[in-house]
């Protein structure tokens, strides 16, 4: 079991750039893939960015490819989502989530057991 924090999150200027972070607490977290999700007001959650166990693998939607970069540092049980070009359809909560099986990348947000809280990402226009 996983237990997840976010922060980093902020009010930015569209064009601006935010890294989030995602701390794990958990002897296992080198072992899980992770992803970052995001939630819109009035909107479904979204799939963002997934990176393998190892960080050798990294899927993303076409949302934010070319903008936004996810990483890992399994030494200090953090994942993180550099956004850069933000614009003001990014604005969103941002969760990070671990997958509860197997397979990569994983998509579906109902494919992940382990939530954080989210962390709030506005961006101006």
């Known amino acids: 079991q996983v237990q997840l924090v976010e922060s980093g999150g902020g009010l930015v200027q569209a064009g601006g750039s935010l890294r989030l972070s995602c701390a794990a607490s958990?002897?296992?977290?080198?072992?899980?893939?992770m992803g970052w999700f995001r939630q819109a007001p009035g909107k479904e959650r979204e799939f963002v960015a997934a990176?393998?166990?190892?960080?050798?693998?990294?899927y993303y939607a076409d949302s934010v490819k070319g903008r936004f970069t996810i990483s890992r540092d399994n030494a200090k049980n953090t994942v993180y989502l550099q956004m850069n070009s933000l614009k003001p359809e990014d604005t969103a909560v941002y969760y990070c989530?671990?997958?509860?099986?197997?397979?990569?990348?994983?998509?579906?947000?109902?494919?992940?057991?382990?939530w954080g809280q989210g962390t709030q990402v506005t961006v101006s226009s």
């Open positions: 958990g002897r296992t977290f080198s072992s899980y893939d």
């Open positions: 990176i393998n166990w190892r960080g050798g693998s990294t």
């Open positions: 989530a671990a997958p509860g099986g197997s397979g990569f990348p994983q998509i579906s947000q109902y494919k992940y057991d382990y």
